[in-house]
């Protein structure tokens, strides 16, 4: 894991000390909120319908035991005793009291974290693949990258007042885990034929009120000119992007109104000026960050554990084992998912008491190690396959051993109307209502792999447009009412969902996905036909059919 | 310290030398003048004809094209932000002193506030035109509490000490 140097903790004690400045100028009425806005935001402190929210930054998803088990103490002491993770591997907490901020941001500091650029119009958080460096798919660690990034990018003096938030996306693996086609950079590390790695670069892409799949603007960019190419494309964006209107600020309009061919001339045009100077990153620098993601000290084991394979006579850890746990790259270990979707409970959400137990999970079978997905899982990324068995019984414990990763019940939802300011409609009790009708996970099983994704409002936070059946709120008449999207995906096949047609009132939304679920399933070739391919190879007549027509 | 020490540059207050005609006021014969960019492009031969210093000011939005061609001639160029929250400024710094080797003053101006002070100084402005009163108090008395631990390269190495590299592009100041 990546650890901290003297430098990068004399940066993180500085910020709390000037947040901690801003604080008390805004208590003492100095600052008007309007001025303190922006700055809180730079460290992730937002105003909710409710309270105060903190948003703490997990770089790329990846945790320790150690943090882990702090971020858990920061939930008891300044929260109600949990925490919610986030579709972008962040960790926020909603009852937090403006004046407990800098004492909790030091005592993030402690363990290597922080909150900054988890919101404002700055380069926010970078997200990573949550299978990084264990996958077996991977051709090299994405997090490398992430964290290259997170340096440029961390209070860059030119990128800090951008017309709109900027997101970041690496992966390293053919298939996209980090859905990097709806970021602003997408970037697609590969091979080339000479063995040389590099980034394929899409720009513009974004969910939102325009949902865009970003356009690729460079097939090959080699890892050295990471940076300048960024830089370029954030030079362009902060001078060329509209800022007369925030719901058209983003780069993926930018990109949209002058055009493909016209913004890739601009941004090469840029770079050719910048390549090679001081942002060139050096081999040997990659290679130094690289060391701190070094694989830990595996085992050499046999590809076949007979534990593994024994313990799946039991249906339920058979299940567990199919649905939860993936290759690893390393022979006799396993990448496990935690879900954080158990039947009734709000997605993402984890106790103080959860939190801790899995800290120690991860502590004794996962080298300390830990990551977050962006589907609001955890992830455990290097088990044993001998210890699984084991790890299932312990996380049924807690109440998180369900196997449904990946399955309908394995829902995205923003925080919608129970906490957000913008929200049109609750989203959380929506997804909670699904998976109690759904709660069968033989019938899950049935269903296969289908994502359903929920957002209270336009802004898409729980990322409904990419979603294979996607869940929007909408106020109508001031009551709260879902328009059901279809065929979206967030992958390397990325497409954005279709509207199906007129809504669905609260009581009905969840009948209406049941509908388009049995319709897939009479009209699925075989069940080896996912939801996705099915929706794909049929269209949205069928299910427009069974939907509306009475 | 006078009221009218509005100008912060090299660690202290100075009172302005330029003066800012307005677009519909014949230039003065001599002093030092900074005028818009419009005014600017319409008159440089008068500019350049005239005794005094020429400046020139940007808002946000207007590209320095047109005016990076006399930047030997040009000893300030001043970059309104009208909003703080309007970042395109520090673009224009950083291409002014990067790109186009522009050595004279380079002045932030309008909303110029204390949490954004490092950031300018790091986009390559050496001048900033402070009216906000808790600023120029901040300013004053050096009680800015900041991050001074830089990850990246910019555009201020030329006037900041550099300290140890450490390992790649870091930078305390
Ligand atoms: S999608 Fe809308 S309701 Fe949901 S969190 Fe985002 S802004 Fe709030």
Known sequence: MYRYDEFDHAFVRERVAEFRDQVARRLSGEMTEDQFKPLRLMNGVYLQLHAYMLRIAIPYGTLSSKQLRRLAHIGRVYDKGSGHFTTRQNLQFNWIKLADVPQILEELAEVEMHAIQTSGNCIRNVTADHFAGAAADEVADPRVYAEILRQWSSLHPEFSFLPRKFKLAVTAAPHDRAAVQVHDIGLHMKVDDKGERGFAVWVGGGQGRTPMVAKKVRDFLPEADLLSYCEAILRIYNLEGRRDNKYKARIKILVHETGE??????????????????????????????????????????????????????????????????????????????????????????????????????????????????????????????????????????????????????????????????????????????????????????????????????????????????????????????????????????????????GFSSDGIVDAVETVVDTYLKLRISADEPFLAAYRRVGQAPFKEALYAR | MPDDASIFRNGTFHADTWTFPADDVPLPPSGDIAVGKTRFLAEIQTLRARNGGIGVVLNPGEDPDGIVEHLDRITLVALRFTKYSDGRPYSVARLLRDRHGYKGELRATGDVLRDQVIFMLRAGFDSLDVAHAGTREALRTGSIVGVRHHYQPASDEAREAVGPVSPWRRRSV
């Open chain 1, 261 to 502: 061919a016209e913004i890739t001339r601009a941004i090469e045009a840029e770079f050719a000026e910048l390549q090679g100077k001081a942002l060139t990153v050096p081999a040997p620098e990659i290679e130094r960050i690289a060391r701190y993601f070094a694989l830990p000290d595996l085992e050499t084991l046999r590809a076949r554990s007979e534990v593994y394979e024994t313990a799946k006579r039991d249906p339920a850890f058979a299940l567990f084992a199919r649905r939860n746990v993936h290759a690893h790259k390393v022979p006799g270990y396993g990448i496990v998912t935690i879900s954080l979707k158990p039947t009734g409970a709000p997605p993402g959400d984890a106790t103080s008491e959860q939190m801790e137990a899995i800290a120690d999970i991860a502590e004794r079978y996962s080298s300390d190690e830990l990551r977050v997905s962006h589907e609001q899982n955890l992830v455990l990324p290097h088990v044993k396959l001998d210890d699984i068995p084991v790890v299932f019984a312990q996380l049924q414990k807690i109440g998180l051993g369900d196997a449904n990763a990946g399955f309908i019940t394995d829902i995205i939802a923003c925080p919608g109307l129970d906490f957000c300011a913008l929200a049109n409609a609750r989203s959380i009790p929506v997804a909670q209502r699904l998976s109690e009708r759904f709660e069968d996970i033989a019938r899950q099983a049935e269903i296969g792999d289908l994502k359903i994704k929920i957002s209270g409002c336009i802004n898409a936070c729980g990322h409904h447009h990419v979603g294979h059946i996607g869940i929007l709120g909408v106020d109508r008449k001031g009551e709260e009412f879902y328009q059901i999207t279809l065929g979206g995906s967030g992958d390397e096949t990325c497409s954005i969902g279709e509207i199906v047609g007129p």
